[in-house]
């Protein structure tokens, strides 16, 4: 193969081909389908029909994750922690595993790091109904240990799902295990925060916009100014992505 070939190959994006595939491929049946709604209250009733269908799915993977025994920690739980939050929500944020607070409640980010989780959401000028939160793990590793190899590969798929159904615009990957796990890397969240990677959604789905930035949890046990600065750096980030102001 000529060098410029070669080269040109080497330097092709496959995740864009694919985007921008798939992109087109969206334009054209959006643009056959569009005549089907013929107003622009038909257009309203079509999309929030969608958006039943995606809670409905939403629950659907909820229930299973409230029956799973995939592994111990199914039956070391007082209630499993599916996630909650809009299922037509533009940001996922994606956290470790539940505490004790979310495994007493059922609710994802109800502790002190979920309360400043909350304040970091206010500050983006979104409520916590807009967005969807959930977590690598469904049911909460005793003590708070660090998830286990094992967990993580039974419990992912319920993720996976969620992400496909909700098909977020960014996913904000909260702390190492998050980020680790859905960008399949073993850099540090040191190296990975502060920039947009890409989670492979799947074949024949784009990939989704991925920032990693510390979890509330780390950032409470290091409440320095520069960690604060830096996790606002990386939300305002996903804000001008999303076209969203950033409030003062
Ligand atoms: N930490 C997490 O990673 N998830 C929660 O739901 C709560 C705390």
């Known amino acids: 193969m000529p060098l410029e070939l070669a080269e040109m190959g080497n330097n092709i994006d496959i995740n864009k081909v694919i985007r921008q ?18 107003t622009l209250e038909q257009q309203e009733q079509e999309d929030s029909m969608a958006v039943a269908e995606k809670t409905s799915e939403l629950e659907k993977i909820a229930e299973q994750a409230n029956q799973c025994r ?3 920690l199914g039956s070391l ?4 922690v599916p996630g909650e939050g809009n299922s037509n929500a533009r940001i996922m944020f994606v956290g470790e595993a539940p505490g004790a607070d979310e495994d007493a409640q ?11 989780l909350d304040k970091i959401i206010e500050a983006c000028g979104l409520k916590r109904s807009d967005v969807f939160i959930g977590n690598i793990l ?13 967990e993580i590969i039974s ?12 098909e977020p615009e ?25 920039q947009f990677h890409e989670y492979y959604a799947g074949l024949g789905r784009p990939p989704v916009k991925l ?17 604060r600065r830096r996790v606002w750096e990386d939300m305002k980030k996903v804000l001008v992505e999303l076209g969203l102001p950033i409030p003062k």
């Open 21 to 38: 595939h798939l992109e087109m491929e969206r334009f054209f049946t959006g643009f056959a389908l569009r005549g089907k709604a013929e």
């Open 70 to 72: 995939k592994c111990e």
């Open 77 to 80: 739980r007082t209630n499993s």
């Open 106 to 116: 059922g609710r994802p980010f109800v502790g002190r790091a979920g309360q400043l």
């Open 138 to 150: 469904k049911c909460r590793p005793p003590e708070n240990r660090d998830p286990r190899a094992e």
């Open 155 to 166: 419990c992912l798929p319920y993720l996976q799902r969620q992400i496909e159904i909700i």
């Open 170 to 194: 960014i996913i904000v990957a909260l702390g190492a295990h998050a980020a680790k796990t859905l960008l399949n890397t073993t850099k540090p969240i040191g190296q990975l925060r502060g």
């Open 211 to 227: 920032m990693a930035t510390y979890h509330t949890a780390y950032l409470l046990r290091n409440y320095s100014q520069e960690n």
